[in-house]
């Protein structure tokens, strides 16, 4: 049995709402052939259901940037994210199902209902098919998560680290670790590849790896700029981890990039919608820094008045 994994984010630049970190994992049973995890293509096996592009008839699971503008909603994220969680038996009807939010003003009373620019006959619809096509193809999904970061605890974790690259990289490797310690099929599995988009310019992942999994010896394969590779365990149990550009080309990443951005805007949908009713006429942000100077300085009368505090508001880098 081979265990893929991918891990994405969305969110790391702006200074208002969550870093978002998705992670998917998917299980294939063996097939007689040397299965080298950057060999295997999840696309090729589920090409009847999953489409890396926008399809009218298929799943389209590809980089959450290629899917999502905000002009055209959320149709395509939700057609994608909405659908893998109620095949594995995680169906989100509403956002309060879907994450448990911290308890800060802009989501006491917000809990939208679920999906809201597709369909839930598509959904279920979709769901079902992907289902029997993973079975057909001997795949199965077997987890999603997310693991939002929000401000203070982002700031908390840049100062710590000292850099948000290196806050980015533990809390990555920390939902990696989650995953693989909470799942009975990853510890079955006699091969565990981990693809993960590359954290900024950062080349070396070595050292944050020994730290997280300090009982393996990790061996480093490969560092460069387009991809850095490092491997440990036996031959009979061996888990591999690549962090790479262009990680989105790999289907496990670009469902765990479509699951971070989704987990993100509807976050931000709270935050806008909570400031818009405090601030008549106020335009939304996707938080951004340039726009958010603009945001920080019309909203900065009312939240005095309201005693919200910078620390719980804003991302410092």
């Known amino acids: 049995m081979t265990i893929l994994i991918g891990i994405d984010e969305a969110g790391y630049g702006p200074n208002y709402g969550p870093l978002c970190i998705g992670a998917t994992a998917w299980q294939l049973e063996e097939r007689g052939t040397k299965n080298e995890g950057r060999e295997i293509d999840l696309y090729q096996l589920l090409a009847d259901i999953i489409s890396p592009t926008p399809d009218k008839n298929r799943i389209a699971i590809a980089d959450s940037k290629l899917l999502?503008?905000?002009?055209?909603?959320?149709?395509?994220?939700?057609?994608?994210?909405?659908?893998?969680?109620?095949?594995?038996?995680?169906p989100a009807e509403a956002w309060e199902s879907l994450l448990a939010p911290p308890?800060?003003?802009?989501?006491?009373?917000?809990?939208?209902?679920?999906?809201?620019?597709?369909?839930?006959?598509?959904?279920?619809e979709l769901a079902e098919r992907l289902v029997a096509s993973c079975e057909i193809a001997s795949v199965r999904l077997v987890d999603m998560r997310a693991r939002l970061v929000f401000p203070q605890e982002f700031n908390e974790l840049t100062e710590h680290y000292g850099t948000k690259g290196a806050a980015l990289s533990h809390v990555s490797i920390g939902l990696l670790k989650a995953i693989l310690t909470s799942s009975r099929n990853s510890q079955l599995a006699t091969r565990k590849s981990i693809t993960c988009d590359k954290h900024g310019g950062r080349n070396r992942y070595g050292a944050l790896l020994q730290h997280h999994f300090s009982d393996e010896p990790i061996e480093v394969l490969e560092e460069s700029r387009p991809a850095s590779r490092y491997r440990w365990g036996t031959p009979k149990a061996r888990t591999?981890?690549?962090?790479?550009?262009?990680?989105?080309?790999?289907?496990?990443?670009?469902?765990?990039?479509?699951?971070?951005?989704?987990?993100?805007?509807?976050?931000m949908r709270a935050f806008n919608a909570f400031w818009i009713k405090q601030v008549p006429g106020l335009m939304p942000t996707a938080g951004y820094p340039q726009d958010a100077k603009r945001f920080q300085s019309e909203i900065a009368a009312v939240q005095s008045t309201l005693g919200i505090e910078d620390r719980i508001l804003w991302r410092n880098r």
């Open 240 to 267: 591999e981890i690549c962090f790479r550009t262009k990680g989105e080309a790999e289907l496990p990443v670009a469902l765990a990039s479509m699951m971070a951005k989704y987990h993100r805007e509807l976050a």
């Open 68 to 90: 999502y503008k905000p002009k055209q909603g959320l149709a395509h994220l939700e057609r994608g994210v909405l659908t893998a969680l109620a095949a594995i038996g995680k």
């Open 103 to 124: 308890a800060l003003p802009w989501y006491a009373d917000y809990n939208c209902p679920l999906p809201i620019d597709a369909t839930k006959e598509i959904v279920a």
